[in-house]
């Protein structure tokens, strides 16, 4: 109860300095700073409300060639829409939301413990884009442990694993494509980039 009443605290607090900076500038997600110490508060109050039992969990998975193979498959198909392949969350949907996608090779995410790492695979932050995960079941348990193992390998990740990754993203569906190129035709040619100066 103690923790529900600081966390309905702690949100008042920020929508209220929130209101006071931006009312009548409106709201959008698209190129929105932070406020001052905003993400700071809104980790800390993540973490805070994580279970310590969560917190202090063990990976159970061994951090090994093959799991690693395994994360990163899966990585690249569920997660590097959001999180990019190399954990940046430089994309074009993390460019768009907010808070944006952390990147998970900085400090700050290293940072995390394993439990905690795998507490937000499974369970999601609420007031993100980032989803909960979990399907009650030891295989989906097992997989996000091993993207746990994965996240704690981005700081080094190499060259020639991001080009693997770059195979395994999603692709459009060819409906889709085909959509785009036919709006792309109906809108007409784009203009030739204008040279400057005086032409002849």
Partial sequence: ???????????????????????????????????????????????FLVPATARDAVNPVTANADVLKEARAHFADHCATCHANDGSGDTSIGRRVFPRPRDLRAESTQHLTDGELFYAIEQGIPWTAMPGWATATADGERQSWALVRFIRHLPVITPDELQEMEKLNPKPPPDERREQEIDDFLSGPKPAPSRGGRGG
């Fill in 1 to 47: 109860m103690r923790r529900i009443t600081l966390l309905v605290l702690l949100l008042a607090g920020m929508a209220a300095g929130a209101s006071a900076i931006v009312k009548g500038r409106g709201v959008s997600a698209v190129g929105r700073k932070p406020l001052p110490g905003e993400v700071r508060l809104a980790r800390a109050a993540w973490q």
